[in-house]
T-cell receptor
């Protein structure tokens, strides 16, 4: 099974850039997802990586290195509304997504 | 709005009782997943159904069961409830079996409080 590790909490300033790291161990890697979850709400899909490299989508980008078992989510031009938990999830073979415990990001003025 | 509908949104019940949580997937999605999220844990996968058949099973307790009906809606049954079952239960759906690239979309969740 997967072993997914991401920092528990991070704090960043409005307008800044923050990078949230995720490391994983899996025997049959088949994709990595990032979700955003505001407290008490549904997780919402942010990005998907299956090949090495950077995927950019507006203010959010996600990077993957399969050989290192490593991904990061980059958030630019932080806004107060970006305060949320960010969940890294790994797909192994055809099994359902396994989620990390999430990184709670606080954006301060 | 993800298109995944869950009811009820909130539920308070006593220990030992049984509850049923209901989920309607997005239009066209054949897979339904159930996840449990408690305060100190991440999203824990419980079970997946695809087109009416059980597809994958996670750490689902024997006191819990689920099914997917011909109209593709799903129900999660939780019985002999314990205080530790208090959690947010999410339903999610995807168009296929969950192969690579199939994004799963989550409903708003059902808050269960066992007292």
């Amino acid at each position: 099974g997967q072993n997914i590790d991401q920092p528990t909490e991070m704090t960043a300033t409005e307008g800044a850039i923050v990078q949230i790291n995720c490391t994983y161990q899996t025997s049959g890697f088949n994709g990595l997802f990032w979700y955003q979850q505001h407290a008490g709400e549904a997780p919402t899909f942010l990005s998907y990586n299956v090949l090495d490299g950077l995927e950019e989508k507006g203010r959010f980008s996600s990077f993957l290195s399969r050989s290192k078992g490593y991904s990061y989510l980059l958030l630019k031009e932080l806004q107060m509304k970006d305060s949320a938990s960010y969940l890294c999830a790994v797909k192994e073979g055809n099994t359902p997504l396994v989620f990390g415990k999430g990184t709670r990001l606080s954006v301060i003025a | 709005d993800s298109g995944v509908t869950q009811t009820p949104k909130h539920l308070i019940t006593a220990t030992g009782q049984r509850v049923t949580l209901r989920c309607s997937p997005r239009s066209g999605d054949l897979s339904v997943y159930w996840y449990q999220q408690s305060l100190d844990q991440g999203l824990q996968f419980l079970i997946q159904y695809y087109n009416g058949e059980e597809r994958a099973k996670g750490n689902i307790l024997e006191r819990f069961s689920a099914q997917q009906f011909p109209d593709l809606h799903s129900e999660l049954n939780l019985s002999s409830l314990e205080l530790g079952d208090s959690a947010l239960y999410f339903c999610a759906s995807s168009v296929g079996t969950g192969a690579s690239g199939n994004t799963i979309y989550f409903g708003e969740g059902s808050w269960l409080t066992v007292v």
